[in-house]
């Protein structure tokens, strides 16, 4: 399966961009091809195509299996297991929120509302003459209503077809520009002088000082 220089590219941009955002370089390569590829292709051909070997592409699948980014399809008269993902980027971007939150975002939601709703276990109930536990607590429930503010949100855009999805996007740019009002220009850079450096920059004088009893513009002189 060749690739393009273009090709190449991407993919191994993916992959410099997945160790980034936690995912193994390797499993980021192999979902870049699979969203590349026009068809379902083998793990053979992968290792082919990204000169992986046949136990590390393996693992990578189940990897990708497991955040739901690669699904196993067959074709007729061929037993083998063929692999493809989501060519839509909404799919792709629903698919990997919707993991995070199993993932990251439900324990942490489980742990603060134990803590902050359940009172009844002694052992986890907080000392609320204790002023650590009364400002801790304070935080987590701050915490816990961000958190489930945003699952909220996230749930309500699940719902959302991705033309609907982007539609609304763009329509809540639109209003926060409107609310902004215009972008003002920023001022002319001015430049800052210490009073050192203005000392030193100031042209000396050899004039002698101004006699208080000079006269002013506009003044005769006694």
């Known amino acids: 399966m060749p690739l393009s220089p273009l090709q190449e590219r991407f993919i191994l941009h993916w992959g410099e961009m997945g160790s980034r955002w936690g995912v193994n370089r ?20 992968i ?11 393996s693992t990578s699948l189940k990897e990708l299996q497991g955040w739901n980014l690669a699904r196993v399809s067959h074709v007729l008269g061929d037993r083998r297991d063929h692999f493809e993902t ?30 902050v709703l359940d009172g009844d276990n002694a052992a986890v109930a907080p000392d609320q003459n204790d ?30 077809d991705p033309k609907t999805l982007i539609k609304l996007l763009k329509m809540g740019a639109r209003i926060q520009q409107f609310v902004r009002g215009p972008v003002q220009p920023l001022p002319p850079a001015q430049s800052v002088m210490f009073e050192d450096e203005a000392d030193n920059d ?13 006269s002013r513009p506009g003044e005769r002189s006694p």
Request: glycine share 0%; aromatic share 6%.
């Open 26 to 45: 390797t499993v980021a390569q192999i979902h870049a091809l699979l969203f590349l590829s026009e068809r379902a292709i083998t793990a053979d051909e």
């Open 47 to 57: 290792c082919e195509t990204l000169n992986l070997a046949r136990s590390n592409v």
């Open 86 to 115: 989501y060519k839509d980027v909404w799919d792709i971007f629903r698919a990997v929120v919707q993991e995070r939150r199993r993932r990251e975002i439900e324990p942490t939601l489980s742990m603060l509302r134990t803590a």
């Open 131 to 160: 002023p650590r536990d009364r400002r801790t607590l304070e935080r987590m429930r701050e915490v816990l209503e961000f958190m489930e503010t945003g699952t909220s949100w996230i749930d309500e855009m699940n719902r959302l």
């Open 202 to 214: 100031a042209p000396a004088r050899d004039e002698p000082a101004q006699d208080a009893t000079e």
